[in-house]
């Protein structure tokens, strides 16, 4: 019952910008922290940015000053704003649900490509 959609992948040049959405159903969206993780090949699913219900932000190192996590309660929907995209952001990029009611647990989308070419 539980769906996380992701759309708004693709390939891009080096220093261009792409968009993520990740459309949620199924859940209390607001009362849910979401998050952005990514997975680049031969490397460990890693955390890309997070937001909680009440908006707090948290982003890797890596993409801080690059990246910007939102959330649209009226749509149910968490974007990924990338820009000035690096070639090691390339990645499949998962969108995460962190449900705290009635009780914590983990619902992850399928994923969508990102390939940054330099």
Not at 61 to 76: E, H, L, Y
Request: net charge positive; charged share 15%; proline share 3%.
């Amino acid at each position: 019952q539980v769906q996380l959609v992701e759309s708004g992948g693709g390939l891009v040049q080096a220093g261009g910008s792409l968009r993520l959405s990740c459309a949620a159903s199924g859940i209390i969206f607001s009362t849910s922290a979401m998050g952005w993780y990514r997975q680049a090949p031969g490397k460990q699913r890693e955390l890309v940015a997070s937001i909680t219900s009440t908006h707090i932000t948290n982003y890797a190192d890596s993409v801080k000053g690059r990246f910007t996590i939102s959330r649209d309660g009226a749509k149910n929907t968490v974007y990924l704003q990338m820009n000035s995209l690096k070639p090691e952001d390339t990645a499949v990029y998962y969108c995460n649900a962190l449900r705290m009611f009635p009780r914590t647990l983990d619902y992850w989308g399928k994923g969508t490509q990102v390939t940054v070419s330099s």
